[in-house]
């Protein structure tokens, strides 16, 4: 699969119509693939709860736009913000597992690729801290 201006285009138009100003792109290649890759198109104003993924590290790369990456301890307190920009350094980002973050969308028509270990496992209420 070519990803395409096409399919960049259309993937940030759906998330600027959803009420949640985002929209992911499943990439797994089929029913048995276990891995966790896919397209988030983002929109200024989407939120994003502080989370983590207990057992899987996040890699997340910017193909157009910035996205401001927020990091937590475990009381909430932000420890650290990294602006992650399209085509300059730095583009990309891995979070840990366990690590507790947040993201804030910076500009309009946002995409980033995300990638995860394992299959997808849906989010845990102990895994989502209430800010």
């Not at 988030?40 to 994003?48: D, F, Q, R, S, V």
């Not at 927020?70 to 690590?99: C, F, Q």
Request: net charge negative.
């Amino acid at each position: 699969m070519v990803i395409t201006t096409e399919i960049l285009d259309a993937l940030s138009a759906k998330a600027k119509a959803c009420e949640r100003l985002r929209m992911n792109y499943d990439l797994r290649t089929s029913p048995d693939d276990q891995s966790q890759r896919m397209l988030n198109a983002l929109e200024p104003g989407t939120i994003m709860p502080i989370h983590r993924h207990p057992t899987t590290c996040e890699t997340i790369v910017l193909l157009r736009g910035s996205i401001k990456e927020l990091l937590y301890d475990e009381k909430g307190n932000l420890t650290e913000s990294v602006i992650l920009k399209a085509g300059t350094e730095p583009s990309a980002m891995n979070i840990p597992a366990g690590a507790w973050h947040s993201l804030e969308c910076l500009e309009t028509g946002t995409i980033l690729f995300e990638a995860k270990d394992g299959a997808f496992e849906p989010r845990r209420a102990e895994d989502t801290m209430e800010k």
